[in-house]
Antibody
Framework: QITLQESGPMLVRPTQTLTLTCTFS??????????VGWIRQPPGQALEWLAL???????RYSPSLSTRLTLAKDTSKNQVVLTVTNVDPVDTATYFC????????????WGQGTPVTVSS | QSALTQPVSVSGSPGQSITISCTGT?????????VSWYQQHPGKAPKLMIR???DRPSGVSHRFSGSKSGNTASLTISGLQTDDEADYYC??????????FGSGTKVTVL
């Protein structure tokens, strides 16, 4: 059974760096083909894909946010960390992490999401 | 990469069928079979309903079906039920090796 859980601060000040952690179980990011993605959803708005990290450490970022996003994985802890630099109130959203693979190019298992507010 | 275009809202009566469209470009839907659909109830995480244009993951009702023509994908819900009332999002892989989601459609069961 695959599960994912996001964690991080609920409130961040503008211009600060936001660090979010996705802790997962039921699979390993050392297994060929596995990947973890991040998706966010501002209040009342649509889903927005942010980034993806593969088992081989290959990373993909949203073109519109690539300069502000960084992904890293810790396979010993079954965690993926997303950092977002220089946050702004428009980054206020619920942030989800989700499982995918190179065979099934979709997000089949999701975390419950963690809400983040950017405000001074 | 702009969001895929979906109608803001679609409604139907119980038992009816509805179809939600998702329009992209030759850079995403038009090139790949990797179109997926997600159902999201208020306050919940999205749930995968359709993968690779028309495949249903295990456990998803056969009332949900998907198709694609050119740059437009579609999700059809037949035999509409009250629990189908939710937001629905399409998504596609892109030529930039990225993903793009749709603008979302609110389905209302009258």
């Amino acid at each position: 059974q695959i599960t994912l859980q996001e964690s991080g601060p609920m409130l961040v000040r503008p211009t600060q760096t936001l660090t979010l952690t996705c802790t997962f179980s039921g699979f390993s990011l050392t297994s060929t083909g596995r990947a973890v993605g991040w998706i966010r959803q501002p209040p009342g708005q649509a889903l927005e894909w942010l980034a993806l990290i593969y088992w081989d450490d290959e990373k993909r970022y949203s073109p519109s946010l690539s300069t502000r996003l960084t992904l890293a994985k810790d396979t010993s802890k079954n965690q993926v960390v997303l950092t977002v630099t220089n946050v702004d109130p428009v980054d206020t959203a619920t942030y989800f992490c989700a499982h995918t693979t190179i065979l099934n190019v979709d997000f089949d298992f999701w975390g419950q999401g963690t809400p983040v507010t950017v405000s001074s | 990469q702009s969001a895929l275009t979906q109608p803001v809202s679609v409604s139907g009566s119980p038992g009816q069928s509805i179809t939600i469209s998702c329009t992209g470009t030759n850079s995403d839907i038009g090139t790949y079979k990797y179109v997926s659909w997600y159902q999201q109830h208020p306050g919940k995480a999205p749930k995968l309903m359709i993968r690779e244009v028309s495949d249903r993951p295990s456990g998803v009702s056969h009332r949900f079906s998907g198709s694609k023509s050119g740059n437009t994908a579609s999700l059809t819900i037949s035999g509409l039920q009250t629990d189908d009332e939710a937001d629905y999002y399409c998504a596609s892989y892109t030529i930039s090796s990225a993903f793009v989601f749709g603008s979302g459609t609110k389905v209302t069961v009258l």
